[in-house]
């Protein structure tokens, strides 16, 4: 039997009951409807009769035995790594609202970002909650999972009769198929899968056409239940507010409190509902079966997963991306030559004086020891310098020496950055040009 998008989409909405709660005791919104757990629990045991869609965000693989660190947990330990004490508290406070896929992006070694990313969640062992909702998609009281964990954990379950899909290939391979799909829409940790991992701000962004064809198709007419995930990503949000299909949004959260923008504007959208409870509590009442997990409260280490050599170049870059010039002034130099011109046009970049920047970037293009894309970068990076600065002349001559550099790959990033630079460069001549 040929499977096709269409196939998975059905006529289906919250049951009534659920939709007409109300909460004296929480504000609600004047657009989605807040509740707790306990007030809803028949109407919550009724939805699997539908079958819904599980949205599972990185909190399901905090219980034991994946044991997994939460998105908390990794900011302290990345903090006490980088940084640590004797840092002000203002400045601590806005670390805690830099996204991981943020941090990563500012590693120094791009390349190497989605094999550390695997190591760090290269988890295999399901906890109660994975085994619970992979027996629920391979029975059929789930009609598909929607996760952006990158661990294994739900596919190393004993249940079979469920379709992980994480490349364009697994996807063409089950819309062939009957099976139920797992939808792994932010990669996998499997080794030697590392290029399908969304984990730094290059490649989070919008969805690529097959996985918003399958997301569509997935979620169409569908309750979407949303458990263990913030919904600080910039590419889930924005498809179930604004995607052009019916579907029926509920979002379980701890408190009201911890419920982040993106999410709000998806439960406006949608006219959703905010169930504020306990995920355990959740799942045993959804799949109609006793649960029980427990989370380990350790903290996590992150010098484990990191090399020492890089935590200097990585802490000033993090700097660098915050605009912290006055804390990136006084933290240690780095040793590295290409490290240390970075941090030099970055202070020069943070304070206006452009020219300095520009001279660092100039001065480091002349590094011996830099590949052909490090050299471009420097070299791009030299021509927008000047020309904030307004010495135009000199911008478009660093421009122009940067397409020697273009022969050959290079990255799809680098090449929009200097289409960008000739095309603000060919408007501001066209504003001082007499003659345009």
Not at 236 to 258: K, N
Not at 383 to 389: Q, S
């Amino acid at each position: 039997m040929t499977r096709s998008p269409s196939a998975v989409s059905a006529d289906r909405s919250i049951p009534q009951g659920l939709v007409s709660l109300n909460s004296s005791t929480v504000s609600p919104s004047p657009l989605y409807r807040c509740v707790r757990l306990a007030d809803c629990r028949r109407e919550i045991a009724s939805l699997c009769k539908r079958q819904p869609v599980l949205l599972l965000g990185s909190f399901i693989s905090t219980y034991a035995p994946t044991s997994l660190p939460s998105g908390i947990a990794v900011c302290e330990g990345l903090w006490r790594l980088l940084f640590g004490k004797r840092w002000p508290d203002w400045f601590e406070a806005d670390f805690w609202r830099v996204p991981f896929e943020s941090l990563m992006q500012c590693y120094p070694d791009r390349t190497s970002v989605p094999h550390v990313v695997r190591g760090l969640f290269a988890a295999h062992t399901p906890n109660p909650l994975h085994r619970a909702t992979a027996d629920g998609l391979a029975n059929g009281a789930l009609s598909s999972i929607i996760t952006t964990n990158y661990d294994c954990a739900l596919e190393a379950c004993t249940t079979t009769g469920f379709s992980p899909i994480t490349t364009e290939a697994d996807y063409d391979a089950w819309r062939r198929s009957t099976t139920s799909p797992c939808f792994k829409i932010h990669g996998t940790a499997t080794e030697g899968f590392e290029g399908s991992l969304i984990c730094d701000l290059a490649s989070e962004g919008r969805l690529p056409r097959w996985k918003r064809d399958l997301l569509h198709a997935l979620l169409a007419g569908r309750t979407v239940i949303v458990l263990g995930y913030s919904g600080r990503d910039f590419d889930i949000c924005p498809e179930l507010a604004d995607a052009d299909i019916p579907l029926d949004l509920i979002w379980l959260q701890r408190s009201r409190r911890s419920l982040v923008p993106n999410a709000a504007r998806a439960l406006n959208h949608r006219k959703g509902l905010l169930v504020l409870g306990d995920l355990v509590e959740f799942l045993t009442t959804l799949l109609d079966q006793p649960l029980i997990a427990e989370r380990l409260s350790l903290p996590w280490d992150a010098s484990e997963h990191f090399p020492k050599d890089v935590i200097m170049e990585w802490r000033s870059n993090i700097l660098d991306w915050m605009a912290c010039a006055t804390l990136l002034r006084n933290a240690p130099k780095p040793h590295d030559d290409v490290a240390r011109s970075r941090r030099n046009a970055a202070l020069g970049g943070h304070t206006g004086r452009y020219r300095d920047a520009a001279r660092a970037f100039e001065q480091a293009t002349r590094l011996p020891a830099l590949s052909r894309q490090e050299r471009l970068a420097f070299q791009l990076q030299a021509a927008g310098a000047w020309f904030i600065y307004g010495r135009y002349g000199k911008a478009w001559r660093a421009l122009r020496a940067s397409e020697g550099l273009l022969q050959g790959p290079v990255d799809e990033e680098l090449l929009l950055t200097t289409l960008e630079l000739r095309l603000i460069m060919y408007m501001r001549l066209s504003q001082v040009s007499p003659c345009w």
